[in-house]
């Protein structure tokens, strides 16, 4: 449980990888977008922080301006079984106490 935390403890990495497991490659502008409200700081460390641990892959195009991707890897991929858990459990004990703000689960009570 505590490597699982240290690769995919960050506010918004679960979100992340969830997105790019089932959305396919997205640029960072993108990311930003689908993340309402997320710093341009937390974006890009938690991007590379994934990248560093092998979650994800940054592809930078010699393009003018340059293109950078940002896609899973299998390793990555290898999460999203837990992240579909993650969701499942959080819809059926959402609550009155929370307000779902990023809705990605295809969730059926």
Aim: one cysteine or more; hydrophobic letters at 35%.
């Amino acid at each position: 449980m505590e490597i699982t935390l240290k690769m995919i403890g960050g506010k918004y990495k679960p979100l992340i990888l969830h997105h790019l497991i089932e959305n396919g490659k997205k640029r960072y502008g993108e990311l930003q977008s689908f993340v309402e409200y997320i710093p341009k700081k937390t974006l890009t460390m938690q991007l590379r922080d994934m990248e560093a641990d092998g979650l994800i892959e940054r592809t930078v195009y010699p393009d003018v301006p340059p293109k950078v991707e940002y896609a899973v890897t299998e390793l990555g991929k290898s999460l999203y079984p837990l992240l579909e858990l993650m969701c499942d459990w959080g819809y059926k004990n959402i609550g009155d106490r929370f307000i779902l703000t990023n809705s990605q689960c295809n969730c059926d009570e």
